[in-house]
């Protein structure tokens, strides 16, 4: 990733430190945002990430790995004969924030607020589907339990958007337009106040170049399920498409920065 664009991302961050969602006015003392997690691709690999889901049920071994680190960047790579567990869907992803080895992970708890920035490369081969297709999810850790909040490639009306939104609640936070940001790198700024019933909020930021497409925020939203919350990353998709357009493909992420604000 070029130096320009590691710049820029900088700048946006602190350029919207002060804007958070769902702060009240005034605080006994300045709220800031503290760096907690800045992994490189190139020397930490997929060690910068809890647990990794890579072909869960082994359908494409040939192919592995589908997730792995190259050059400054992570790639997750997604064939149309791979399959989850669940055979109807296709999941490669990774999760959680990790610094060190072992159990040393960041765990976001009820309360508190996170911020994560990335830079991030959907190709043109990655589509939006008429079913779901998320590259970026909140979640409570463990099987079974619905995602939080989710970054989704959805067609709407025969158009291509990339989406957020809350979705125990369908609340829709924010969509664009997803084939301008096709083929190149663009930054997301991704903002989560943890809170239970209306305690919540989210803001989600896209830029492109020097250009913000999007700046989108809620407040008074339920963004906690039990226990914690845990981002994951990657390719997650349904075969239910109705729009043919599953094909091969992959994303990149890159300069993966997360942050609290203490």
């Known amino acids: 990733m070029s130096t320009t664009r590691r710049q820029l991302l900088g700048y946006t961050l602190g350029g919207a430190a002060a804007a958070t969602v769902g702060l009240p006015a005034t605080t006994a003392h300045a709220a800031s945002w503290q760096l907690k997690w800045s992994p490189s691709a190139s020397s930490t690999g997929l060690g910068a990430f809890e647990t990794i889901e890579d072909d869960r049920a ?19 790579t997604m064939h149309t004969v791979d399959r989850d567990t669940s055979t109807d869907r296709q999941r490669h992803e990774v999760t959680g924030l990790r610094n060190g080895s072992g159990g040393n992970y960041l ?3 009820e309360g508190q607020t996170w911020r994560l920035t990335y830079s991030m490369y959907i190709p043109s081969s990655l589509k939006a589907t008429t079913s779901f297709t998320h590259i970026m999810q909140m979640k409570q850790p463990g099987t079974g339990s619905s995602p939080i909040v989710v970054q989704s490639l959805r067609r709407v009306n025969g158009v291509q958007t990339i989406e957020l939104k809350q979705f125990t609640d369908d609340i829709l936070i924010g969509r664009t337009d997803l084939e301008p940001l096709q083929d190149r790198w663009i930054d997301v700024d991704f903002q989560i106040k943890i809170g239970n019933g209306s305690a919540g909020s989210l803001r989600w930021i896209l830029k492109n170049g020097s250009t913000t497409v999007l700046d989108k925020s809620r407040t008074g939203i339920d963004t906690f399920l039990a226990d914690r919350v845990r981002p994951k990353w990657g390719i997650y998709r349904s075969l239910g498409d109705t729009s043919g357009s599953l094909q091969n493909c992959y994303l990149l992420l890159g300069n993966m920065r997360g942050y609290q604000l203490v």
């Open 58 to 76: 082994d359908s494409h071994p040939s192919a592995a790995p589908h997730i792995y680190a190259t050059g400054d960047n992570w790639r997750f």
């Open 107 to 109: 765990k976001w708890t």
